[in-house]
């Protein structure tokens, strides 16, 4: 199954942690809040995943480089407009 998630917050409820961080790269109990939401989606049997990104997109793209998560594709999509 693929799942598609728009990663395209702002984080204005998060700042001052947000001002130069992604809310996706924020971490809870040392790890990413991106890797809790892709566990979730491993965990209901998702293999393919893309995330709609805007915002702070180097930063996700950063975390995924090699385009893979525990076995599942992850495809990063930068919204231009």
Request: glycine letters at 4%.
């Amino acid at each position: 199954m693929k799942a598609v998630v728009m990663a395209n917050d702002e984080g204005a409820f998060l700042r001052p942690l947000t001002c130069t961080l992604s809310v996706y790269k924020l971490e809870l109990l040392g790890k990413p809040l991106l890797f809790y939401v892709l566990d979730s989606l491993i965990a209901a049997d998702f293999k393919e995943i893309i995330l709609i990104v805007k915002l702070k997109a180097s930063q996700i793209e950063a975390m995924l480089s090699d385009g893979e998560y525990k076995g599942a594709s992850v495809t990063v999509v930068i919204e231009e407009e």
